[in-house]
Structure formats: C-alpha cells, structure tokens
C-alpha cells in the first residue's frame, strides 16, 4: 500500500483558497444568470484546481 503523508500546510492553503475562488465564482455567474446552479459548479472547479496545480514552495 501507498505511504500516507499528512497534507503540506501550503497544500491545503491552496485548497481552501481554491475553494473560496469557487465560491466567488460560482456565486457571481449564478447572480448573473439566474440559474443557480452554477455555484456548486463553480465549488467543483475551485476544487479541481487547487488539487491539480502544485503549491509555490514545491
């Protein structure tokens, strides 16, 4: 089995800050447009994208 190494605590800044880009976002084109769901989808793709790109320090 894979070693389970706790999260960097840049990682998970960058999760939550990718989490709150979402919420903005999501919040922003759903007041936009009307139709309310796109803030769940805008909290998917925050989260996707501070799970993907890799913290400044590494």
């Known amino acids: 089995m894979a070693d389970r190494t706790p999260m960097s605590p840049a990682r998970r800044k ?4 990718g989490l ?7 919040v922003g084109i759903s007041l936009w447009t009307g139709f309310w769901l796109w ?4 909290l998917v ?7 993907i790109m890799r913290p400044p320090g590494e």
């Not at 960058?14 to 800050?17: G, R």
């Not at 709150?20 to 999501?26: R, T």
């Open 14 to 17: 960058q999760l939550i800050v």
């Open 45 to 51: 793709v925050g989260l996707a994208a501070g799970a």
């Open 39 to 42: 803030l769940p989808a805008g």
């Open 20 to 26: 709150i880009v979402g919420l903005l976002v999501g």
